[in-house]
């Protein structure tokens, strides 16, 4: 059978097949600890389940309207409007199945041959291949680990050829836990208008943030920034639903009139009962994202400083999501039984095998001296799995 050019052009998502190997290994009975899966570990908020029963009682359990029910539009152009000042009509709000969705839709919408999207680097897993899946080049943007993975307006406009068309905005970001200040954004934003790009802004982790620090969307900068960005976001990190799948984009009339086009054709409207979930957890407040970030906290804490006491690893203090990323360098140049370490993904390998410690390499993710693991998860398996892999790196020769 000869399958689609496009479909050869990509892997599937590393990060869920890593996850995925995790829980069958663990399923097998072997004690693994998994610090792979990109997901909250608290149960999704009573009020929310509340509200998907009522729905399931009430009969509404049928198609939807294909973009998502008005009531559930009107809560995250409600939400944007008092959070970030952003104001969206309903018709610019369309809700998906997931924020991974979302960016799908939006990347069918705008990317054709021969349109460059610039991505800073590290960057999350599915960027690069939603955009490769439309038939468009992703232009990486290198950042770096000692200023805190900064985009600087000079190396954003080298990576700019006529051809590009979009950047994407990942604040607070998966992996690295980077967010970008005021005066980072003002500078993407400043290139973004002087050459007419559309800003992809992916806020999926806007309110796992530390500190005391708080959101900035770069659509908030003003109505000409707003008019060329496509905000996206979800209920799945925030509200522990990532398996509800709800998540939204609001911007431009245009585009998100193209992407509810695009959805009415090849999904229709995301399941019924989880988007009247999702209108219990946006109208809910913060009192639950906010509980969860104290816990996030001091687990942040916890695996940092840890890994910092591995020699041969470093690890900065993210600043927001929920995953640590070391820098895992130091360890390059030993062997293990199975072969010489000379990359994350050799490490990442041994870690498993040796340590059964699920971690994700860092060269999915842009980066082969770093691996991602998540803090999602209790602070006692944080405690015995990092031990575990300080036991297992000594072992290394
Ligand atoms: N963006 C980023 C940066 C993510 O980490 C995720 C989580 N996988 C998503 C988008 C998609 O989230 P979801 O589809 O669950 O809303
Ligand atoms: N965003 C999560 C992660 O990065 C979930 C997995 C995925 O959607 O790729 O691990």
């Not at 000379?342 to 059964?356: F, G, I, M, S, V």
Request: hydrophobic letters at 45%; charged letters at 20%.
């Amino acid at each position: 059978m000869k399958l689609a050019t496009r479909a050869g052009r990509i892997v599937p998502s590393p990060t869920l097949s890593i996850t995925a190997t995790a829980k069958a290994m663990i399923a097998q009975g072997l004690d693994v600890i998994d610090f792979a899966s990109g997901e909250p570990d608290f149960d999704t908020p009573e009020p929310v389940k509340a509200a998907a029963e009522a729905a399931i009682r009430a009969g509404f359990t049928k198609y939807t309207a294909s973009s998502g029910i008005d009531e559930l539009r009107l809560a995250i152009a409600e939400k944007l409007q008092a959070e970030q000042g952003l104001r969206y009509d309903k018709s610019q709000v369309l809700v998906s199945c997931g924020a991974k969705h979302s960016l799908y839709n939006l990347a069918e919408a705008l990317l054709e041959a021969g349109d460059e999207v610039v991505i800073p680097s590290p960057f999350w897993v599915s960027y690069q291949d939603q955009v490769l899946l439309n038939d468009a080049t992703p232009v990486l943007l290198p950042t770096h680990e000692a200023d805190g993975y900064a985009v600087h307006q000079q190396a954003l406009e080298e990576r700019l050829t006529p051809r590009t068309k979009a950047i994407i905005v990942n604040s607070p970001c998966n992996p690295t836990g980077a967010t970008y200040d005021r005066a980072i954004l003002e500078g993407i934003a400043e290139v973004a208008l002087r050459h007419d790009l559309v800003i992809i802004s992916d806020e999926i982790y806007e309110k796992i943030l530390y500190d005391g620090a708080r959101h900035i969307s770069i659509a908030s900068l003003g109505p000409d920034v707003a008019a060329r960005t496509v905000v996206v976001n979800g209920v799945s990190k925030a509200y522990a639903m990532t398996g509800w799948r709800i998540g939204y984009a609001a911007g431009p009339k245009e585009l998100i009139t193209a992407m509810a086009n695009i959805q009415s054709q090849s999904t229709s409207n995301p399941c019924s009962i989880s988007q009247k979930a999702a209108v219990a957890a946006l109208r809910g407040g913060d009192a639950f994202p906010r509980h969860m970030v104290v816990e996030f906290d001091r687990r942040r804490r916890l695996m940092v400083e840890r890994l910092n006491k591995i020699p041969g690893v470093t690890c900065r203090m993210p600043a927001g999501a929920f995953y640590a990323f070391p820098n895992v360098a130091g360890v390059f140049g030993k062997r293990a039984a199975q072969g010489p370490i000379t990359a994350a993904a050799d490490l990442a390998d041994y870690l498993l095998k040796e340590a059964l410690v699920a971690v994700v390499p860092g060269e999915p993710f842009g980066s082969a001296a770093h691996l991602r693991l998540t803090y999602a998860t209790s602070a006692e398996a944080i405690v015995r799995g990092v031990d575990r892999m300080q036991a297992a790196l000594e072992k290394l020769a």
